[in-house]
């Protein structure tokens, strides 16, 4: 027997039907991968969305990676039922990484009746379209949804042991709207819980944290839905050394 395309002669689990193995990979398409993807970057946090969530994403190029990385391994499934098994191995851009990039993904493929493991690039344009996740968008409008409310030390001395926190992540500088200093600490607007909560794990590290967590009504949205904002009191005293 031979490969009806190439003239070869076929092997016993390398070969599809009447085509070798290597002249099935070429014309068959296997996998149901788009020629063209987009997705949206926020320009002014670097948030890329992936389905309805927004999830950090860095620089252009990084947040390229991450989403071809995401979506290539996650959204691509077989076109027909030879391909029983199939991952993504590698994925290179074929451009410099921009609003246009290029890349070629290779995928490892476990095929019906095939002994063994076969691999297949595809080549896809992923397009970054640039806009602003809903977080930036309430930023510019001067909104927030988190009030830490810190009490019990100077501001200066806050300033001082939040230092390396604030040098160190992006996404707690980054969602800090405001810094309202009072007389006996501060009040930090922010955009997320989860910079509230890095706030107050670093400040346990020098001090006794006792927190109460409570909200208020910040108005309706668009579709006449109650917004609230979430209202963190900390009081902090000084550990004890022994």
């Keep these: 027997m031979f490969c009806a395309r190439c003239g070869r002669p076929l092997r016993p689990g390398r070969s599809v039907g009447a085509l070798c193995l290597d002249c099935f990979l070429e014309?068959?398409?296997?996998?149901?991968?788009?020629?063209?993807?987009?997705?949206?970057?926020?320009?002014a946090c670097g948030?890329?969305?992936?389905?309805?969530?927004?999830?950090?994403?860095?620089?252009?190029?990084?947040?390229?990676?991450?989403?071809?990385?995401t979506y290539f391994s996650t959204r691509v499934v077989p076109c027909g039922n030879i391909v029983e098994e199939h991952r993504l191995v590698a994925a290179e851009p074929l451009t410099l990484p921009s609003w246009r990039t290029i890349y070629k993904l290779t995928y490892?493929?476990?095929?019906?009746?095939?002994?063994?493991?076969?691999?297949?690039?595809?080549?896809?344009?992923?397009r970054a379209i640039p806009s602003l996740c809903p977080a930036c968008k309430d930023a510019r409008g001067g909104d927030y949804h988190v009030l830490l409310q810190i009490r019990g030390v100077p501001p200066a001395?806050?300033?001082?042991?939040?230092?390396?926190?604030?040098?160190?992540?992006?996404?707690?500088?980054?969602?800090?709207?405001?810094?309202?200093?009072?007389?006996?600490?501060?009040d930090i607007m922010l955009l997320?819980?989860?910079?509230?909560?890095?706030?107050?794990?670093?400040?346990?590290?020098?001090?006794k944290v006792r927190t109460k967590v409570t909200g208020e009504d910040v108005g309706v949205t668009s579709t006449g839905r109650l917004r609230r904002r979430q209202v963190i009191s900390a009081t902090l005293r000084e550990k004890r050394r022994r």
């Design 108 to 126: 490892a493929l476990k095929l019906r009746g095939v002994d063994e493991e076969a691999e297949k690039s595809y080549r896809v344009e992923v």
């Design 192 to 207: 997320d819980r989860g910079s509230a909560s890095k706030i107050l794990r670093e400040l346990k590290k020098h001090f």
């Design 157 to 186: 001395v806050l300033a001082e042991k939040l230092a390396p926190l604030f040098e160190s992540s992006s996404q707690v500088t980054g969602s800090i709207i405001d810094v309202v200093e009072k007389k006996n600490g501060v």
């Design 47 to 69: 948030s890329i969305r992936i389905g309805y969530r927004w999830v950090e994403g860095g620089e252009l190029s990084d947040a390229i990676a991450r989403f071809v990385e």
């Design 27 to 43: 014309t068959g398409r296997l996998l149901c991968v788009p020629e063209r993807v987009q997705f949206e970057y926020c320009k």
